[in-house]
T-cell receptor, first 113, second 114 residues
């Protein structure tokens, strides 16, 4: 099983719609969870951290389900500028025994006018 | 006032050559990273340094050698380049290197090996 798995999409969604992605992770000991956003041919940027109780930032809501080992991202009232690849990020053990962040392969979202 | 900068942005070279990519951050962060993003967009960590000390070294061929002359710089030297090294290489930094820190990425270096 991959450490972090995401549906690659693409998700093609009309402007104004609500869209949700899930991401599953394999290590039950993982403690840190994030969503990063990567625009085409650009670097990844932090969108939001994911907290145990769930958290919201404007139109974006992130949820964590530890029992089922998945995190989710919900985007409400989607805008054209939301078109990007969304990367799920989870901490896992590195070869040195300390922790590292592992990125999923991303879910590609295109908002259609 | 770029936070994390990398040079060069594009690098096209022949198989067997040796090349270097430079990274600098002006955020005052303690920890820097090198990531590789392959053609399938899979972003994978290669190395991490905290205050010039190597703290993460994933399964990377020893043709790749990172060097951190000070905590604001982390360079990547690649010997005997192979076709499979073609990818986008991202440098990143974070304040303390703890998992709750935000990682700030540079714009990437697109390496093409012919």
């Amino acid at each position: 099983r991959k450490e972090v798995e995401q549906d690659p999409g693409p998700f093609n969604v009309p402007e104004g719609a609500t869209v949700a992605f899930n991401c599953t992770y394999s290590n039950s000991a993982s403690q840190s969870f994030f969503w990063y956003r990567q625009d085409c041919r650009k670097e990844p940027k932090l969108l939001m951290s994911v907290y145990s109780s769930g958290n919201e930032d404007g139109r974006f809501t992130a949820q964590l389900n530890r029992a089922s080992q998945y995190i989710s991202l919900l985007i409400r009232d989607s805008k054209l500028s939301d078109s990007a690849t969304y990367l799920c990020v989870v901490n896992v053990k590195s070869n040195f025994g300390n922790e590292k962040l592992t990125f999923g392969t991303g879910t590609r979202l295109t908002i259609i006018p | 006032d770029t936070a994390v900068s990398q040079t060069p942005k594009y690098l096209v070279t022949q198989m067997g050559n040796d090349k270097s990519i430079k990274c600098e951050q002006n955020l005052g962060h303690d920890t820097m990273y090198w990531y590789k993003q392959d053609s399938k967009k899979f972003l994978k960590i290669m190395f991490s340094y905290n205050n010039k000390e190597l703290i993460i070294n994933e399964t990377v061929p020893n043709r790749f050698s990172p060097k951190s002359p000070d905590k604001a710089h982390l360079n990547l030297h690649i010997n005997s380049l192979e076709l499979g090294d073609s990818a986008v290489y991202f440098c990143a930094s974070s304040q303390f290197g703890v998992l709750t820190d935000t990682q700030y990425f540079g714009p990437g270096t697109r390496l093409t090996v012919l």
